[in-house]
């Protein structure tokens, strides 16, 4: 009888501790602003307008608060308004992107869109796969291809492309001496020229955006401090 009602009270815990069958898992978001005048709450819906995965409220730095959004993935939209069927409405909407079917640590980058009311957001996986920690991870969202020559070794990225500079050589001080150009016209020219720090035991986002109404290129950098 003893045996009996451990059990049935061992189910009990089980299903309220459980989600529901079928509840989506969340996914752990931060939004992340670069030149960012949006509102300072986001809701996120799918983009059917049928349902609300969360809400974000955009940051200029990366700390270790996370958001969950409740949703399995696909084409999301970020709106100005908490009903659903905002995301067709054309001036309630923010900006429109894609999270994978996995569930993880992700950052959605916010940066000035095609006008004043739209931002475009580049999804980012943060986990420590594709993110480790002592690494930078490069994002470039411009329509240019970069060399970033860091103390004299050399990292290429295609337009619109990311990805990772790990141990990055250093000098004594354990910081980079670093030089960004940019390919136009079939010439290269400099975009910078600066000393990046080790990222150490922490993770850095080096982005590289796009004015879309003076095309003036930016470079942006950002220290993640949370634990991947």
């Known amino acids: 009888m003893k045996i009996h009602l451990a059990l049935a009270m061992g189910a009990a815990l089980m299903s309220w501790v459980l989600p529901a069958t079928g509840a989506p898992e969340a996914f752990r978001v931060r939004a992340l602003g670069?030149?960012?005048?949006?509102?300072?709450?986001?809701h996120v819906h799918d983009a059917a307008g049928k349902s609300t995965a969360g809400t974000l409220h955009p940051k200029s730095y990366l700390n270790h608060e996370f958001e969950p959004l409740q949703t399995k993935g696909g084409a999301l939209?970020?709106?100005?308004?908490?009903?659903?069927?905002?995301?067709?409405?054309?001036?309630?909407?923010?900006?429109?992107?894609?999270?994978?079917?996995?569930?993880?640590?992700?950052?959605?980058?916010?940066l000035p869109g095609e006008n004043a009311n739209r931002s475009k957001v580049v999804v980012v996986d943060a986990g420590a796969a594709a993110f480790p920690v002592g690494t930078?991870?490069?994002?470039?969202?411009?329509?240019?291809?970069?060399?970033?020559?860091?103390?004299?070794?050399?990292?290429?990225?295609?337009?619109?492309?990311?990805?990772?500079?790990?141990?990055?050589?250093?000098?004594e001080n354990q910081t980079s001496a670093v030089k960004v150009t940019y390919e136009k016209d079939g010439k290269w020219e400099t975009l910078s020229s600066a000393v990046w720090p080790h990222p150490g035991p922490k993770r850095v986002l080096q982005i590289f955006s796009e004015d879309p109404s003076t095309k003036m290129l930016r470079v942006s950098g950002v220290k993640d401090i949370a634990k991947p």
């Open 34 to 42: 670069v030149q960012f005048k949006g509102p300072a709450e986001l």
């Open 136 to 171: 930078f991870k490069v994002l470039n969202t411009t329509s240019y291809p970069l060399k970033i020559d860091v103390q004299g070794k050399i990292f290429e990225f295609k337009a619109g492309d990311s990805g990772l500079i790990k141990d990055p050589p250093v000098s």
């Open 77 to 110: 939209v970020l709106s100005t308004k908490s009903d659903p069927s905002s995301a067709k409405v054309a001036e309630d909407v923010v900006g429109e992107c894609e999270l994978p079917g996995k569930p993880g640590s992700y950052i959605l980058l916010l």
